[in-house]
């Protein structure tokens, strides 16, 4: 009998509750109906647009002028627009500025996204803003001052460089290394990031028991360009090794060894 009266309660209580579910679902239809035949088609509502992306030449960074061409060729010439700072950039800001106004004039072009945002690129942003103040920038490799960057750019992405300074020569201390030599030229240690980075790399080397050296490598904007300065690098490391000895393997713990 108790079950039969449970049967039964549950009978009414689902008489009394499907009425109610079947309203609400026509509710819920008919409102859907109305919503889809007021609202337009979200591509119908999208104004055409652009995205510009700035790079090196090939010469200074072909890997990131490689993948703009790779997204034109993804996304089509009618959506990516792409142009170079130049190779001198350190010294030629104003060539700089104007290839991003030439970007930015074309009225379609609504983003700019730069893959390296080297020296003279926030004089760039305010150029472009001048007449476009809603050109939104995405900078990465943040070269000028972060700070300054920070207050011009809607997104800017870096490496934390400072940790760089204690994680590097720590893990070089792990592996046995003895010197550690620090290759730069003047132009990046103007860099505030390169250079708060190389401050904190002295203290951590000091802390560690290794030598730094700083050895002054070409510029690779300067008049040897990057040839120049790698060609320098493949002969200057074998001399390095020369004059401050190479800890051989078989020295090292298994464990160091094992990481290597």
């Known amino acids: 009998m108790k079950a039969l009266k449970k049967i039964l309660i549950l009978l009414v209580i689902l008489a009394l509750v499907m009425p109610l579910m079947a309203c609400r679902d026509k509710e819920t239809k008919k409102t859907e109906a109305e919503a889809a035949s007021t609202t337009k088609p979200a591509d119908a509502e999208v104004e055409p647009y652009k995205i510009g992306i700035v790079t090196g030449t090939v010469s200074q960074g072909e890997e990131e002028f490689q993948e703009a061409m790779a997204q034109i060729a993804k996304y089509g010439k009618d959506k990516i627009v792409h142009t170079t700072y ?3 950039f350190s010294t030629e800001t104003e060539t700089t500025i104007s290839q991003f106004v030439n970007l930015a004039s074309d009225p379609q072009v609504k983003a700019i996204i730069v893959g390296q945002a080297v020296p003279g690129t926030a004089a760039s942003i305010d150029k472009v803003r001048e007449t476009n103040p809603d050109m939104l920038f995405i900078c990465g490799v943040v070269a000028e001052d972060p700070g300054v960057m920070s207050e011009k750019a809607d997104i800017c992405t870096l490496v934390d460089e400072i940790s760089m300074g204690k994680t590097i ?18 132009r990046h240690l103007g860099y505030a990031t390169i250079a708060n980075r190389l401050n904190i790399m002295k203290d951590t080397c000091k802390e560690l028991g290794i030598e730094l050296v700083e050895v002054n490598a070409p510029d690779p904007t300067g008049d040897q ?18 004059q401050y000895g190479k800890i051989p393997l078989s020295s090292l713990p298994t464990a160091q060894c094992r990481s290597l």
């Open 86 to 88: 130049p190779d001198n």
């Open 169 to 186: 020569p720590t893990e070089a201390h792990r592996m046995g290394a003895k010197t550690f030599i620090h290759y730069s030229f003047p």
């Open 225 to 242: 360009g990057v040839s120049g300065a790698q060609q320098f690098i493949i002969e200057d490391v074998p001399r390095q090794i020369a």
